[in-house]
């Protein structure tokens, strides 16, 4: 299946989930998200981390005041830089988070924390300026990510979301068929801020 039907498919997935959580319960929150990724992987002789772009949406579904869960579609730069060469690789993240809120409903300043599992998908990406050879990476990677942050209320409704998170990759960036020697997984310490409207009240 070629890259832009998955996006497509995921999308619409994402798009029904927040469809439905809004019909059925709306006790949710939408927004865009946007930031900076600070990139590397293991393995890789003398690698240094590199900076990219993270541009999406979020959107949390709050279970109660103190829990809820978040799903975000992210396009994310990511890659590395070693001796002679520097990857930046695009993908889009699906990351899934499980939250739990500081503090009261209604209050201004809410920390949290979160944990969850981030599923990416590959679209392509540079080595040096030119274009990759596609066949050589790992169309699919699975990653554990978690992080902290707080959100603090700018108007009725509206919140500034604060996140500093962490993406530990347990998928070899590089095609099976071609990957030799230790495995070369993606580091990823995520700095975002998202501005969300809350529907509804719980």
């Known amino acids: 299946m070629k890259t832009n039907q ?11 989930w927040i469809s439905l959580q809004a019909q059925s319960e709306d006790r949710w929150s939408i927004g865009p998200r946007g930031g900076v990724n600070f990139a590397n992987v293991t393995n890789v002789e003398e690698s240094q981390s ?7 949406v979020t959107s949390t579904y709050s279970f109660n005041q103190n829990t809820g869960l978040t799903m975000e579609a992210l396009y994310s730069v990511e890659g590395y830089k070693a001796p002679f060469s520097e990857y930046h ?3 889009l993240q699906i990351p899934l988070y499980f939250d739990y809120f500081f503090g009261n409903l209604g209050e201004r300043f809410r920390p949290k924390i979160y944990a969850g599992v981030s599923p990416g998908f590959y679209l392509g990406g540079t080595l040096n300026d030119l274009d990759t050879n596609d066949d050589y990476f790992n169309k699919f990677l699975v990653a554990f990510t978690g992080g902290l942050g707080f959100n603090y ?12 998170r962490s993406f530990i990759g347990m998928s070899d960036i590089r095609d099976a068929d071609i990957s030799e020697g230790d495995p070369v997984y993606p580091r990823n310490v995520q700095l975002s801020l998202g501005l969300c409207y809350g529907f509804g009240k719980l």
């Open 50 to 56: 590199i900076t990219g772009v993270v541009l999406g």
């Open 89 to 91: 690789l695009r993908y």
């Open 153 to 164: 209320r700018v108007g009725t409704r509206i919140w500034l979301n604060t996140d500093l």
């Open 6 to 16: 998955i996006m497509f498919i995921l999308m619409i997935m994402v798009t029904g």
